[in-house]
């Protein structure tokens, strides 16, 4: 069954942050459905669509910033069906160096739209993305919808609080709002200042003959890996569902930086040992609890079936940096 049946053909979808990973994921998806799909990016569209480039000729695009009136008065005129907010900083350190940034730009931004969904779009559904983040010092793993959160960032923090707001109005405005908590997801198309894509581009770049070393920082830190495309299914089955409720979408396994880096060698036929370096500037203090994930309630609710497990992640993204660096 289609998760858009029901809907007239060509509804209306928006997506901020439709340059990133998670935006073009799902706006394929959307498309596939028959969405007519709209992209909300505070670049300009007409020269930088990020990972979203290939879909330029079927997506409208708008430039905007969902804290801005003018902006929030465009989408009241477009009236879209579904809203999906995914734009946010996704890279935690940066949080450190502006807090106040941080929680600007993830938490004022969802309040905004949310607000103007409240008053002006009562029967838009509308979707934000949380982060399994949030949950921090968890006495607890895996964690579920209920685990008590202990935020340990301020991304942390202010993904919260998002999450927190969407209950909020959920219950004081009977929106159809759904809180989506994302753990770990990946895919080829993440930047490759994260951990994942860095070990598979240092790794096709070994086997390649381009490089000598890898240098990664602690080993044995555990982290509950997901392929993205699934994950972002997972967003578009919550909103279709009958009821809104908040979901975790990951794995439900976790693997250690390690196991990682031995799947992504495995493949390309290599042994990490004499090619992997640790830089103990890099190592942070062990959590206590893993970081980890129960995605039951998604899977039995929502009939969610992920498409990849944690090697079959591993070997694409280790198979489109070899593509990528042997063109």
């Not at 008065?73 to 160096?97: C, G, K, M, N, Q």
């Not at 938490?107 to 008053?119: H, I, Q």
């Not at 010092?137 to 960032?153: H, I, K, M, N």
């Amino acid at each position: 069954m289609s998760a858009a049946e029901g809907l007239p053909p060509g509804a209306r979808a928006l997506i901020t942050g439709v340059t990133g990973q998670d935006g073009s994921f799902l706006a394929e998806e959307l498309l596939g459905e028959g969405y007519e799909v709209f992209g909300l990016t505070r670049r300009d569209p007409s020269t930088d669509l990020g990972c979203s480039e290939p879909l330029r000729d079927r997506l409208a695009l708008l430039q905007g910033d969902v804290l801005d009136p003018s902006t929030q008065a465009r989408i009241t005129e477009l009236a879209p069906a579904e809203i999906y907010h995914l734009a946010a900083p996704t890279f935690v350190p940066d949080s450190w160096r502006d807090p106040a940034g941080t929680m600007a730009a993830i938490y004022g931004s969802a309040a905004a739209l949310l607000a103007l969904v409240a008053e002006r779009l009562p029967g838009t559904r509308v979707f934000v993305a949380a982060s399994g983040e949030m949950f921090g010092e968890a006495t607890t793993s895996p964690q579920s919808e209920d685990t008590l959160c202990r935020p340990r960032t301020p991304y942390a923090s202010a993904k919260l609080a998002a999450h927190e707001l969407v209950g909020q109005l959920r219950a004081h405005h009977r929106l159809f709002a759904v809180s989506g908590i994302l753990y770990n997801h990946e895919s080829e198309r993440r930047p490759d200042r994260f951990v994942t894509r860095k070990i598979t581009r240092g790794a096709a770049a070994i086997a390649l003959g381009r490089r000598r070393t890898l240098t990664l920082g602690d080993m044995t830190a555990v982290r509950d890996w997901s392929f993205a495309g699934d994950v972002l299914h997972g967003v578009h089955l919550a909103l279709r569902h009958e009821t809104p409720r908040d979901y975790i979408f990951a794995s439900g396994v976790g693997h250690t930086v390690e196991e990682f880096v031995r799947v992504a060698f495995a493949h390309l036929g290599l042994d990490p040992a004499g090619h992997v370096e640790i830089d103990p500037s890099l190592v942070r203090a062990p959590e206590s609890v893993a970081p980890v994930g129960d995605p039951a309630r998604a899977r039995e609710a929502l009939g969610w079936v992920p498409t990849h497990d944690f090697v079959q992640l591993v070997a694409r993204m280790v198979d489109a940096d070899v593509a990528e660096l042997s063109a």
